[in-house]
């Protein structure tokens, strides 16, 4: 759950990163697939998810 929240703070500055050689122009136009992949990823699994973190599986639908 970590690295969405990451990703969405390093997009929300991708600018300043760039306009300081902190990130390449390829790497700031990829974030938005990144974090879409990284959800992806999380929604499949999130059945498994709930279950480790103990959650109704009414509230986990």
Do not use: S
């Not at 970590?2 to 703070?9: K, M, V």
């Amino acid at each position: 759950m970590h690295e969405p929240h990451c990703l969405e703070e390093v997009d929300a500055r991708a600018g300043r990163f760039l306009a300081h050689g902190l990130l390449t122009a390829d790497e700031v136009l990829g974030l938005p697939e990144r974090i879409n992949e990284i959800c992806r990823r999380l929604h499949r699994e999130g059945a498994a998810l709930g279950q480790l973190l103990d959650f109704p599986e009414d509230l986990a639908a």
